[in-house]
């Protein structure tokens, strides 16, 4: 990426988040460009990062080798439609706007090199995951450039389907309120056992963050781990069995399917 010419249409958080990784990994400010209608935005991305900064996407564009669409999926067509006749051979665009198919960009913006990617929003903090799908004409090397834009903000994962970008917006995309809605579930009940709602909170998000970090370092799979520390008769037992009881792994999994379905049905509107 050293050399590598990085223009945003779009300049909000994730970009922001996205520039941010970008400059920590050593990438001169001069070679990244941002567009945005906000002139807030703007200033605060120039301030914050040092870029160059346009209200006018075409001049965000010229010279650009990779250009990021980062803005809502409801604009994109136009966004994209109006790009298209000022854009050169070999551009790679990437796209980080959820719903819309490598099939509507092409279609807006000609049969161009794409590739569609699904952050989430823990790459605000650079502990993002990033599922990545490339079409035919995306090179060796934009697929590798593309890679490091995603892995600025986390982990970037490439899919062989297109379609397995739903299941994706299922588990990590969407997946964070999954957890956000356990910690709340947890606090709550820790609060009702007697515990001021303060502590509870506090307990409940370590454990949560301890016990990511264990899943992460481990050499065992999660499943391995519950087992360990789940001692036979013991209390971590009865609140597993309580779990599993009332349906545990169902209710996860059709969530998860929702969630995909879901997903599905937006790229489908969204593409037309």
Not at 120 to 129: H, I, S
């Amino acid at each position: 990426m050293s050399k590598t010419r990085i223009a945003f249409i779009g300049a909000g958080n994730m970009a922001a988040s996205l520039i941010g990784g970008l400059r920590a990994q050593g990438l001169d400010a001069a070679q990244i460009r941002a567009s945005d209608p906000g002139a807030e935005t703007r200033a605060r991305v120039q301030a914050e990062h040092g870029i160059e900064v346009f209200d006018d996407n075409a001049q965000a564009i010229a010279d650009a080798d990779v250009i990021v669409l980062a803005v809502k999926p409801q604009v994109m067509k136009t966004v994209c439609q109006t790009l298209q006749p000022t854009l050169q051979k070999g551009q790679l665009i990437v796209s980080i706007a959820a719903g819309i198919t490598c099939a509507s960009l092409q279609a807006w913006v000609g049969a161009r090199p794409v590739v569609r990617c699904m952050p989430n929003t823990p790459a605000l903090l650079r502990q993002g995951v990033s599922g990545l799908y490339a079409t035919a004409e995306v090179s060796a090397e934009q697929r590798q450039q593309a890679e490091q834009l995603l892995s600025a903000v986390g982990t970037a994962l490439w899919l062989e389907q297109e379609q397995q970008l739903d299941a994706v917006t299922a588990v990590s995309g969407s997946g964070p309120a999954y957890f956000f809605l356990l910690i709340e579930a947890m606090t709550a009940a820790g609060e009702k056992l007697g515990l001021p709602r303060e502590t509870a909170s506090q307990l409940t998000l370590q454990t949560a963050l301890g016990a990511a970090r264990m899943a992460v370092a481990s050499d065992v799979d999660a499943a391995e781990l519950r087992r360990r520390v789940t001692s036979p008769a013991g209390t971590t037992e009865a609140a597993i069995k309580s779990f599993q009881s009332n349906g545990f792994e169902a209710i996860v999994e059709q969530a998860l399917e929702a969630a995909s379905k879901r997903s599905a049905e937006l790229a489908e509107q969204l593409g037309k």
